[in-house]
């Protein structure tokens, strides 16, 4: 019977050329069962190899619009070619490569036989035949088909691969078509909807670009799913369409192109002559992605946005600060003095309002977030980054995570160990997952924020460039010393998305922006509010047993705590802070953390910040508030800080450096356990990033104070 291989391609690519170069005069026409589409069959020896080659139809795409796209992708699933070839025109590489895609992404067997080499040298096209096979990650044999030139290198590659099946490809769609097809190959996979021919995550991208054939055969097999399916669709489509006024089908083949142009830039192919033909984006990307330009202009764009931030937000954040002090006075007046009160004001007040506090700076941070990407530059900064990258040991793939976990500021580190997915070395995978949490996600924002604001008023967006600065080498250091360590390993070849530019709408950011704050909010509002009240128990009891404590409730008479004097009543709540449970690890810690410049007080909410780290800042607040006299004048937590004992820019630095390397926080833990497949892994980013802040923190407090001395 021979190896099985069916020639595929673009009409006009030299499809039937090939084909007769390859079977002589030994072939057979006909058509195909049922449909009038010519198929040409024939038989081919080569050495000891004998090989049955079928000449498929020419179509531009493998959806269902069209008869040959159907008869061409039905014959490959149901005859199962041991390998497709897919003959690409050099000359035409951009367009071509659209169908070699989705070879891909079905996930068969496929080769390219790159045809036409002789008109695109004609044209002054240069293409790296290796570096195209080696991100592509196929073979490519380069071929004249009309002079028979290639034929036998074709052959030996298809009897050398024919049995190895491609990985398939999994493109990027962007954030939202992503998010809805791991949800829909979930459930496909879970329900084996059609998984009998297709791959999970072809079958969901098929129901997003609405084929035709596949919904038939979908409504047919299971009512119910196919409901589901079309109904995720219907909201994806409504979604993409109020932000970003595209559809599905745009967005993906958008995408496929932004992979393919990706690839086109990587030095894959130079154009000797013919230059008028460069598009808007292309134009655009001369200077965005320019050798020197670029770096400098990502820069400025990240200056200009933190400027844009903190700037913008600074008179909003101050009204939410003043509406939760406000509030806490109205409670101070309505509630007796006691247990309840306390928990109020300093455990649930303190504790969310410190929280959402920070809501209009999540904001402006997101909303410049959603403008770079939703114009397509973001992936520009991700395709710069990534001739980085690979000096550390990580892949281009790593930088859209690190990004989604906060790369710029204000993502968060489940979604980023999330986006590690699209990696496919494990090995980088696991550097990946493990130096993701370095960067400084929304939670760890406020923390930044609050420090920044009090203690280097002056400088913020420079001192927040800094941040990102510190974080992206720490991480990328700790990547290079995983990977020349613990996780050894070879680097794999890699190609990123460059999608078009687009102008956003103003809608499309404000939806965007709108959806990353409510998660911000939602999270205040739930586990925040729950490890903020447990936090303020184990900051309240044991409770003091003495006469006078810090409660002034159990001194019996209004009287007898008026005549206390004020100096006294802070004493009092200092030293019951220290008796409970919370304040007795933090004291068992000062030894330690005093070399970093952190007292006992700030422990505990670091001590927070291993559950969530918005604690952090809740905490400190809860900490500094419990002393409080009066809540009404009492400061905001950053004024009361500024006049704290102990603290000034260096301690804050010391604690902005330990927030930044610190254990992840435990969600995070749990994630990057489950995608690296086992616990000790969790544990390991735990300990390793707590030991590695601590060290960092001491020197830098060490140093920093015997400089100024
Ligand atoms: P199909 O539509 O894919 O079957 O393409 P054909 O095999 O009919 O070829 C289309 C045209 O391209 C024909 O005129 C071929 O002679 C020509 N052609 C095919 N391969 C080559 C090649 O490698 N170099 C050049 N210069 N022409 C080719
Ligand atoms: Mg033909």
């Known amino acids: ?181 791991d949800e829909m190959v979930e459930k496909i996979s879970s329900e084996h909807f059609l998984t009998d021919r297709y791959l999970p995550r072809w079958v969901a991208l098929k129901y997003l670009e609405n084929d035709v054939q596949i919904l038939e055969m979908g409504k047919e097999q299971n009512p119910q799913m196919d409901t589901w399916l079309s109904s995720v669709t219907r909201k994806l489509t409504h979604h993409l369409d109020t932000t970003l006024d595209t559809h599905p089908e745009g967005m993906i083949a958008d995408q496929r192109y932004g992979f393919i142009t990706s690839i086109l830039k990587q030095g894959v192919m130079t154009c000797t002559r013919d230059k008028n033909r460069i598009e808007t984006s292309d134009k655009i990307d001369k200077i965005v992605t320019h050798r020197f330009l670029g770096p400098m202009l990502m820069v400025a764009v990240l200056m200009g946005l933190y400027q844009f931030t903190f700037a913008y937000s600074a008179v909003p954040v101050g009204w939410c600060e003043g509406f939760f002090g406000w509030l806490a006075g109205r409670v101070d007046g309505l509630l007796s003095d006691g247990l309840l009160k306390s928990l109020v004001i300093s455990g649930i007040i303190d504790g969310v309002g410190g929280v959402l506090g920070f809501v209009p700076l999540i904001m402006f941070m997101f909303l410049g977030i959603s403008f770079l990407e939703d114009t397509g530059y973001l992936a520009r900064m991700a395709f710069m980054l990534d001739r980085i990258f690979r000096l550390f040991g990580l892949h281009g793939a790593s930088v859209m995570a690190f990004i989604v976990s906060g790369g710029i500021a204000g993502g968060c580190a489940v979604p980023g160990v999330m986006a590690a997915r699209t990696l496919k070395s494990p090995k980088e995978r696991l550097a990946t997952l493990l130096t993701v949490p370095f960067m400084n996600c929304g939670a760890k924002l406020p923390v930044y924020a609050l420090l920044v604001a009090a203690f280097f008023s002056e400088n913020q967006a420079r001192v927040m460039f800094i941040i990102t600065l510190i974080s992206w080498v720490g991480a990328l250091l700790v990547a290079k010393l995983l990977r020349s360590t613990v996780i050894q390993g070879p680097a794999t ?217």
């Open 493 to 709: 070849p890699f190609v990123m998305e460059l999608p078009p530019y687009r102008l956003p709408t103003f809608k499309g950011l404000a939806i965007h922006t709108w959806e990353r704050t409510w998660q911000y909010i939602k999270k205040a509002g739930t586990v925040i509010l729950g490890i903020s009240i447990i936090l303020w128990a184990m900051m309240t009891f044991p409770r003091l047993d003495t006469a006078i404590t810090a409660d002034p409730a159990q001194v019996g008479t209004q009287q007898a705590a008026a005549r206390q004097t004020d100096e006294e009543k802070v004493d009092q709540a200092s030293a019951a802070l220290r008796h409970s449970i919370a304040g007795r690890m933090g004291t068992a810690m000062e030894p330690v953390t005093r070399l970093a410049g952190f007292d006992w007080q700030t422990n505990i909410a670091l001590v927070g910040g291993f559950a969530a780290k918005e604690v952090v800042v809740s905490t400190l607040g809860t900490a500094y508030s419990l002393g409080d006299v009066d809540p009404e004048d009492a400061g905001s937590l950053s004024e009361r800080l500024q006049s704290a004992p102990g603290w000034g820019p260096i301690t804050a630095f010391s604690l902005i450096l330990f927030t930044i390397f610190y254990s992840p926080c435990f969600v995070a833990v749990v994630c990057i356990a489950k995608e690296a497949g086992s616990w000790k892994w969790g544990a390991f980013s735990m300990a390793f990033n707590t030991l590695l802040a601590l060290g960092v923190s001491i020197a830098f407090f060490q140093t920093a104070t015997w400089i100024m001395s």
């Open 1 to 181: 019977m021979g190896i099985a291989i069916a020639l595929a391609g673009n009409p006009n690519s030299g499809k039937t050329t090939l084909f007769n170069v390859l079977t002589g005069a030994r072939q057979h026409v006909g058509n195909y069962p049922g449909v009038t589409v010519e198929k040409k069959q024939g038989r081919c020896v080569s050495g000891s190899d004998e090989f049955h080659v079928v000449d498929l139809p020419g179509t531009y795409s493998l959806s269902a619009y069209s008869l040959e796209e159907v008869v061409a992708r039905d014959f490959i699933v149901k005859e199962q070619p041991a390998m497709v070839v897919n003959i690409v025109d050099a000359s035409n590489l951009e367009r071509n490569l659209y169908l070699t895609l989705q070879f891909m992404e079905m996930g068969i067997s496929v080769c390219i036989a790159l045809n036409m080499m002789d008109v695109a040298k004609k044209r002054g096209i240069d293409i790296d035949i290796a570096k195209l096979s080696s991100l592509l990650g196929l073979p490519v044999v380069p071929m004249v088909a009309r002079t028979g030139k290639g034929r036998d290198d074709l052959l030996k590659i298809v009897a050398d691969h024919a049995k190895t099946r491609t990985r398939s490809l999994k493109i990027s769609y962007g954030r939202d078509i992503d998010e809805a097809l």
